[in-house]
């Protein structure tokens, strides 16, 4: 099953987000590699893509895991989480319906 991970930041946390995003991303590319990540990336603290210094407010990322449990715990183990840049992380069922290949 899909499941949306929706990290949300705490202030000021674009050190520790730089930090730890290696193996943040270390992390989501086994997902891919194994076919079960739609989508990942940040969410801009301002309308741009490159917010600069303002950094983020959090992360979205869906991928496909055997059940909420198992989406909860990888997401639990998350380096941005052990780093201290996401406050809160929410685990939600998610279901595919219409979506644009970028390829």
């Known amino acids: 099953m899909w499941y949306l991970i929706i990290g949300s930041d705490v202030p000021n946390s674009l050190p520790a987000r730089r930090a730890a995003r290696p193996e943040h991303l270390a992390r989501l590319q086994v997902l891919l590699d194994e ?6 990336g940040p969410m801009s603290a301002l309308d741009t893509e490159d ?5 983020f407010v959090g992360s979205a990322i869906i991928a ?10 990888w997401a639990e183990a998350d380096p941005y989480v052990t780093a201290g840049v996401y406050q809160q992380v929410d685990v939600l069922p998610f279901k595919p319906v219409l979506f644009r290949s970028h390829e």
Not at 35 to 40: E, G, K, S, Y
Not at 51 to 55: I, K, Q, R, S, V
Not at 64 to 73: K, L, V
Request: no cysteine; hydrophobic share 45%.
């Open 35 to 40: 076919q079960r990540l739609l989508v990942a």
């Open 51 to 55: 917010p600069g210094e303002a950094g």
């Open 64 to 73: 496909q895991f055997e059940d909420f449990a198992s989406a909860r715990s």
